[in-house]
């Protein structure tokens, strides 16, 4: 989980947001960032025990969809 999270981090970087604060509970890992507007967003991560191959793909492709908006 913890790459997961590196990786999502360096892709809200990488589309120009910043701000990036992560919180972790007992179920979800929120990332918390600020998009290039300056809008606030969050993107929550089921802190599941199965985690595909595909699962980091899923969240930069979430995190692009958020910061386009």
């Known amino acids: 989980m913890r790459k997961v ?3 999502a981090i360096a892709a809200v ?3 120009g947001g910043s701000n990036v604060r ?3 509970g007992g179920k979800h890992t929120r990332i918390h960032f600020t998009g290039p507007d300056g809008k606030r967003s969050l993107v ?6 199965v985690v595909s191959r ?3 793909t899923q969240v930069r492709s979430q995190i692009r969809r958020k910061l386009s908006k």
């Open 22 to 24: 992560v919180s972790e």
């Open 13 to 15: 970087h990488d589309a």
């Open 54 to 56: 595909w699962f980091p």
């Open 44 to 49: 929550l991560l089921h802190r599941g025990s």
């Open 5 to 7: 999270v590196r990786d």
